[in-house]
């Protein structure tokens, strides 16, 4: 099956400290996204990649996808309690019978103040 | 700034009867898309729609569910006859165009509680 996996699984840092998530695929990947997800709410969209080696940041966040496009990392400096919730990465991941979009499970961060 | 509304945010209801989720997608946007998240377990994609019609749908997404876009701004998800595996979180996004050139933009998400 398609699948994504995602590291750690929780992740429990100290405010002020840098961070970093993984996501990884054995399939190369046509199109990597980010998002956060508040506890019980919706998805917020946080990053798009679709190039080897491409790197994006907004805020205090940089995503990158690898030259293979098959992992991802989701860096985070200096963690505010703001950024706590669950980061999820999803992917369209192609097989012979088509396009499906996959999530990974998720990382969930805490951000002690 | 523009987002995906859905109603109702909560939905509760006995087994064996039909459900509709309602959506409303960003207006300019072309393409529709229902997810859904059991509690504890991932988000799982159901189906994307497009010119009126499905273009993709996973394996979940069997003859008790059907989509529509009744009136050019609404987008629904029906369930038929609900199950109790039914009950999850359901999420609508839609982007402008594919997921593969442009962000989908996720609903705060319809939970459906089947009793």
């Known amino acids: 099956s398609q699948e994504l996996e995602q590291s750690p699984q929780s992740l429990i840092v100290q405010e002020g400290k840098n961070l970093t998530i993984n996501c990884t695929s054995s399939k190369t990947l046509y199109g990597l996204y980010w998002y956060k997800q508040k506890y019980g709410e919706g998805l917020i969209f946080l990053m798009m990649l679709q190039k080897g080696g491409e790197e994006k940041s907004h805020e205090k966040i940089t995503a990158k996808l690898d030259e293979k496009k098959q992992q991802s990392s989701l860096h985070i400096t200096a963690s505010q309690p703001s950024h706590a919730g669950i980061y999820l990465c999803g992917a369209d991941m192609r097989d012979n019978y088509g396009q499906n979009f996959v999530f990974g499970p998720g990382t969930r961060l805490s951000v002690l103040p | 700034e523009p987002e995906v509304t859905q109603t109702p945010s909560h939905q509760v209801t006995q087994m064996g009867q039909e459900v509709i989720l309602r959506c409303v997608p960003i207006?300019?946007?072309?393409?529709f898309y229902w997810y859904r998240q059991i509690l504890g377990q991932k988000v799982e994609f159901l189906v994307s729609f497009y010119n009126n019609e499905i273009s993709e749908k996973s394996e979940i997404f069997d003859d008790q569910f059907s989509v529509e876009r009744p009136d050019g701004s609404n987008f629904t998800l029906k369930i038929r006859s609900t199950k109790l595996e039914d009950s999850a979180m359901y999420f609508c996004?839609?982007?402008?165009?594919?997921?593969?050139?442009?962000?989908?933009?996720f609903g705060p998400g319809t939970r459906l509680t089947v009793l």
């Open positions: 207006s300019n946007h072309l393409y």
């Open positions: 996004a839609s982007s402008q165009g594919t997921w593969l050139t442009d962000t989908q933009y």
